[in-house]
């Protein structure tokens, strides 16, 4: 196996047995569930969750003599979706029938689009090494899901498959990028710039781990420098971005072995099994006429006219660069605090509710992009939760930048009591006084306290006396414990410094 991947400025490129350079080419298809509140075709609930089997009737699941009856909410999702993807929406486009059988699509045949699709030509651009990169995206089209199989434990020793309906019908639309994506790293780019931009529309929730968002990447191998493709592999159905980064990585790692060896690459459908880091054949690759499309006869061609396109262009909200942009000029945010803020709408929405209580002064939206960066996202990663999950409210972040202005309490005081704060979605005004942690502004207090620091330990107050200027750290580290924090540092270094001077 080749073990070291070289990532010299923009090219990726990864070294055969003989030295020679190779680069991969990267196309994604992703499938994102749209989140109208009905399915494609019929009037069943789209919603995830419910119990097995039980959001289907006659048309999802293909019974004869059922008729489908296209969702117009679905068509202006996907055209929302398109639009913020910077696609062309198309006049006219078609539903064909992809047949195949497989157990979990009772009518033997997927109905999505195939040679007229609903939008082309966008793009997304992504950061690469400071700059932007624009990736192309081919085709936005509308289709059709098909259901679920589960397995009781392990998938190959279940005796039996259990099969639930109730995603048969639930509108799906797959993006297909170009083959612009020239490494793992901006295929990850690509994705999370993708799912920010579908979540700031609304029109998906984009939750990989309920399969509302699919990754398949096509990739190949070919020469450093040269212009021809390679024989490509596709990775099915990976279950996350950094799935799809591992997995990838993999592959053309296989890929330049087989290549280097003198070897061909097969076209087939292979499987990232992320527990064993490797990627395993699945399948040989089907070809189009596998599938022998047909255009759907119980569906007419979807028309879309110039009104309907700006109709629904007027109902795109800012999409994340617009925002990005607008934080870094109206609160003077670094490029890199607007930029992790806005990856998520609700993160966004979060931090300016959060300023918009605490205020807009020099300064202040810097305070609490640190505190939403740092300690709400830490409380979030470490729960495994969403902002909305989590019992904290703007109003609790600014009481608390508050508490800290007015001197009522340390910054460090305010971090202990984060938490719990965010937990139980108690004020942290009443934190505050429950716990008595009103910082001690008494200067006689302190005084005394520092005092018997220096009394308690006459080594170290001579060590910082005949230079050793660290010795003063642990005289306030005592200062601090004695009143659990509640004193101000600044004040406990001034009032040591006085009386040691
Ligand atoms: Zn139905």
């Known amino acids: 196996m080749v073990e070291n991947t070289v990532a010299t400025g923009a090219t990726y490129t990864v070294p055969g047995p003989g030295g020679a350079l190779f680069e991969p080419v990267i196309g994604l298809e992703v499938h994102v569930e749209l989140n109208t509140k009905s399915k494609i075709f019929c009037s069943c609930a789209a919603a995830f969750g419910a119990e097995p089997n039980s959001q289907v009737c006659p048309v999802c699941m293909g019974l004869p003599g059922s008729l489908p009856v296209l969702n117009r909410a679905v068509v202006e999702y996907a055209m929302k979706a398109a639009l913020a993807l910077n696609c062309r929406i198309q006049p006219f486009s078609q539903f064909h029938r992809k047949n195949y059988f497989y157990p979990d699509l009772p009518k033997a045949y997927q109905v999505s689009q195939y040679d007229y699709p609903l939008a082309t030509g966008g793009f997304i651009e992504i950061d690469v090494n400071g700059s932007k990169k624009r990736i192309g995206i081919k085709r936005l089209h509308l289709e059709e899901d098909a259901g679920k199989l589960l397995h009781e434990g392990a998938i190959d020793q279940a005796s039996f498959s259990l099969v639930d309906f109730n ?3 639930v509108p799906l639309i ?3 990028s170009e083959p612009d994506v020239s490494s793992p790293e901006e295929a990850r780019s690509y994705l999370q710039a993708l799912k920010s931009i579908l979540q700031y529309t609304g029109v998906s929730d984009c939750k990989m781990e309920e399969g509302s968002l699919r990754v398949d ?6 020469p450093a ?9 596709e990775l099915k159905n990976v279950g996350s971005f950094r799935s799809v980064v591992r997995g990838l990585e993999y592959e053309i790692k296989r890929q330049v072995e087989v290549v280097s060896s003198g070897g061909e690459v ?8 992320e527990p064993r880091g490797i990627t395993v054949s699945l399948r040989g690759k089907e070809e189009a ?4 499309y047909f255009p759907e006869p119980d569906l007419v061609p979807l028309s879309v006219d110039d009104a309907w396109v700006e109709q629904i262009r007027g109902t795109l909200p800012e999409l994340p660069e617009a925002r990005k942009r ?3 000029e109206s609160y003077g945010l670094p490029e890199y605090d607007a930029s992790v803020l806005t990856v998520s709408p609700r993160m966004a929405d979060f931090f300016e509710d959060c300023v918009r209580a605490y205020g807009t002064d020099a300064g202040k939206p810097k305070t609490v992009s640190n505190w939403v960066m740092g300690e709400v ?8 939760i969403e902002i909305e999950q989590a019992k904290v409210t703007p109003a609790h972040i600014s009481g608390l930048l508050k508490l800290i202005d007015d001197g009522t309490i340390s910054g460090k005081i305010a971090k202990s009591i984060f938490d719990e704060m965010c937990e139980t979605g108690e004020t942290p005004g009443d934190l505050v006084k429950r716990k008595g942690l009103v910082q001690i502004s008494d200067e006689g207090e302190l005084e005394r306290l520092v005092l018997k620091a220096i009394e308690d330990n006459p080594k170290v107050a001579q060590d910082f006396k005949s230079g050793k200027s660290a010795a003063l750290g642990f005289l306030v580290g005592q200062v601090m414990k004695a009143t659990r924090g509640r004193a101000s540092p600044e004040a406990v270094n001034r009032l040591l410094k006085q009386h040691l001077g």
């Open 326 to 328: 607008r934080f870094v």
């Open 174 to 176: 797959e993006i297909v």
């Open 377 to 384: 996202t830490r409380f979030l990663n470490v729960n495994d």
């Open 266 to 273: 097969v076209q087939e459908t292979r499987h990232w099994d």
């Open 225 to 233: 420098g040269s212009a021809t493709f390679g024989t490509r592999t």
């Open 167 to 169: 995603r048969c019908g």
């Open 217 to 222: 990447a096509n990739v190949s191998v070919r």
């Open 289 to 292: 006429h596998d599938y022998r």
